[in-house]
């Protein structure tokens, strides 16, 4: 005789069979809530504290609105006859900024040691900076290396294409 067969039991798909074949009974299905991803606004909020925190640790000090002021003086001036002494004046009031565009403009200082401080400054804060700007940095300190007239200034221009190959 055939087993017994209860037809009031409901049957279950073949896809509902599929599934509690490929679902394993010792793991959750549910999904941990800790994996969500941060939206946009999350991952710019947190790189700007992330900045924040470097500036505070790293020594940084805020601009002031003259320190400023005098900073964006450099880049109104460039390519003018004030530019040199402009920059001077900012450097001795204020050192060498770490702002990567004024840093790019005093490369294109008549002095050879402003020129020097300049690019081992870009140098070191290259890691920081887009690819963009590296480009341009590079292409400046080739044609530094190819055309500056001060042998000091040919030789470290040399020295920083070499190592940026």
Sequence with gaps: MM???????ERLSWSEIDKL?????HVSRDKPKFHKKPSAKEEWAKKQYLKE???LFSGVKEET???KSARLNISN??????FNSVVKHYIKKYDFPNDW???????DHEDPKIVMKALKTLKEIMGKSSVPEQQGFKSKVKILAMTAE???LRELAENIVDELE
């Design 21 to 25: 074949k490929d679902r394993s009974k």
């Design 53 to 55: 925190i470097e500036k």
């Design 101 to 107: 565009g004024t840093l790019m403009l005093m490369i």
């Design 3 to 9: 087993a017994d067969f209860d037809e009031s039991k």
């Design 65 to 67: 609105k003259e320190q």
């Design 77 to 82: 001036h460039y390519g003018s006859n004030k």
């Design 150 to 152: 001060d042998d000091e």
